[in-house]
C-alpha cells in the first residue's frame, strides 16, 4: 500500500523535552538562557519541527533546501528555542498545569485530525484494511482490519506515551497566549481605520548605501538617518534633502511620491509610526531591518469594500484574529530581546559570526565543531563541513576545500538526512576544488555525480555551461537532453492537471439540473 511509517516516536512534536534528563549529545548545554542551560535536545526538536514545515513547501515548488542554506535554518531554530524556553518558564511562573484529563482530550483530538487526513488520503481503500496495515507496520505484529474506534483509542494512547511531554508544553505555551492576546477585541472604530490608505515621501538611509562603496554597521545607518532627522526639524526641505541625500535603491525614486499604502504593506514598526502622522508630518528614524526610513506623510484616503456592512462581523473577527497574532508576535520578540542570553556552542557561534559578515571568525569556531559533527546528526554535520569548505574555497586553500565539501556531501548521504536534494551543492563545491586543482578527470567526476544527485533545472543549466566551458560538447548535451525531457514532462504534467480540473468541472456541470437541457446532454 506504500504507506508511510507515520507513527514513528517523536512524529507528532519536537522530541523529548529538553527538561527531561538526557544523555550524549543531546545533554549539550547549547546556551544559558537567563541563567538557565538550553540543552541540544531543545535545539534539535525546534530545528527538526521547522523542517518538517518547511520541507514540504520547498517540495511543493520542486525545489530542495541547499546545504548552504542550512546554517540560517539552524541559527534561526536556536532563536525559536530560546523564545520556546522562556515561554515555558513563562508558564511555570504563571502555574499552568496541564492535568492527565486535559492531556487525554489533546491526545484525542490530534489523533482524530490524524485519522480523519488518513481517510482523505487514502479514500480509495477499504479504511480497515489500511489501519490495519498501519498497525502492522507500526508495530509489528499482524492485524488485517482494523475499527476506527479501535484505531483512534490505540493512537491516543500511543500519542501519550511517546509525545506527552511535548503535547503538554504546547498546552502551556497556548495557555500563556491566550492571557497574552486573548482578550484583543478591536472595535468597529478599528476596522474603518484598518482600510485607510496613506501617500507618503521616504527618506532612506541604508547599510550598504547606494553611492558609496562602504558598508555601515546598523548602528552608523542609526546615526546617520538622525542627522538627518535633525536637519529636517531644523527646517530642511524634505524634497531636496530626499534627492541630496536618500539612499533608495532605485537613485531616480529618491523623494518621490508612494501612493496608496495600506496597513500591513510594510513593517510593523513603519505602520506604528507613518499611520500616528497626520498630512504633512514627518517621522522619526525608522528600523527597517537595519536599515533606517524618514517618512513624510502626504496624505491619508479611507475606502471601504461595497460589502462592508453586510460583512463587518467577519472583517472585526478576521482583524480581531490578525491584531492577537501581532500581539503574540510582540511578546515574544520582547520576551526574547529582554533575555539574557550567552551562546556558548562553537556551531552557534560560528553562525552568529557568519551572520554578522565575519567569515575569519567562524572558521575556528566551525573546526572545533567539526571534531564531534558525526553525534550532532547529519543537518549539523553537513552544515559545518559546507561552510568550513566554502571559507577554505575563499582563501584558495583548494585541496583542504574538497576534503571538508566532501564530509558535508557524505553528511547529506546519512539515513537521517532530510535533505537528499541539497547533496548537490556539495558535490559542486568539490567539483569546482578539484577544477581549480588542475584535476580535469577528478573534477568531472564529481560534477556528474552533481547532476545525477539533482532535479533541479538551474544546476542542470548551471552544469551545461560548466561542460560547454570546460570543452566537454557530450556532457553539455546531456545536459541539455536533462532539460529538454524535464520542461516535457512538466509540460504534461500541467496539461494532465487542466484536462484533470475540466473533467471535474464538467463532471459537476452534468450533475446540476439545467434549466433548459438541449440535445446534447447539456454541454
Partial sequence: MG??????????????????????????????????PLLRARLDGQFNQMMGQVVPIYSMIGQSIGVERLWRFRLDALDQAIVQQLLMRQAEAENVEISDQQLEARAETLATQQLEELKARYADQDVEVMLG??????????????????????????????SGADIAEEMMVAAVQQGVSGSVAPTEQDLLASFDEVSVREIWVRRQPRREEVTRTEEEARQRA????????????????????????????????????GRGRMSGEWDEAVFALQPGEV??????????????????????????????????????????????????????????????DPEFLAYEALREGDR????????QASTRAAELGSAAEASIFYQIAVTRASRNEWEAAADAYASSADALMREDSQFPG?????????ARSYEHM??????????????????????????????????????????????????TAQRAREEAAAAQQRAMEEQSGAATPMPMPGPSGGQ
Fill in 3 to 36: 504507506l508511510p511509517f507515520v507513527f514513528a516516536p517523536g512524529a507528532f512534536g519536537p522530541g523529548k523535552r529538553a527538561e527531561e534528563p538526557t544523555t550524549g549529545a543531546a545533554a549539550d548545554v547549547i546556551a544559558q538562557v537567563n541563567g538557565e
Fill in 133 to 162: 496495515a498501519i498497525v502492522t507496520q507500526t508495530e509489528g505484529r499482524t492485524r488485517e482490519r482494523v475499527s476506527e474506534k479501535w484505531f483512534l483509542r490505540w493512537l491516543t494512547e500511543r500519542l501519550i506515551d511517546e
Fill in 226 to 261: 538622525e542627522e538627518l532627522a535633525e536637519r529636517l526639524r531644523a527646517g530642511a526641505d524634505f524634497a531636496e534633502l530626499a534627492v541630496e541625500a536618500s539612499e533608495e535603491e532605485d537613485a531616480e525614486a529618491a523623494g518621490e511620491l508612494r501612493d496608496a499604502i
Fill in 283 to 344: 517621522s522619526d528614524p525608522i528600523n527597517m531591518f537595519g536599515d533606517y526610513v524618514i517618512v513624510k506623510m502626504e496624505s491619508r484616503t479611507r475606502e471601504l469594500p461595497d460589502d462592508y456592512e453586510s460583512n463587518k462581523q467577519e472583517l472585526l473577527a478576521n482583524l480581531a484574529s490578525q491584531k492577537q497574532d501581532q500581539v503574540w508576535r510582540d511578546y515574544q520578540t520582547e520576551l526574547r530581546e529582554s533575555a539574557e542570553v550567552t551562546v556558548l
Fill in 360 to 367: 575569519d571568525a567562524s572558521l575556528p569556531l566551525l573546526e
Fill in 422 to 430: 541539497a547533496r548537490a551543492q556539495a558535490l559542486l563545491g568539490m
Fill in 438 to 487: 588542475g584535476e580535469l578527470e577528478e573534477c568531472l567526476l564529481w560534477y556528474r555525480a552533481a547532476s545525477d544527485a539533482t532535479e533541479i533545472p538551474s544546476i542542470h543549466e548551471q552544469l551545461k555551461s560548466t561542460y560547454e566551458r570546460l570543452g566537454q560538447a557530450e556532457l553539455a548535451a546531456g545536459e541539455q537532453q536533462w532539460m529538454d525531457e524535464f520542461e
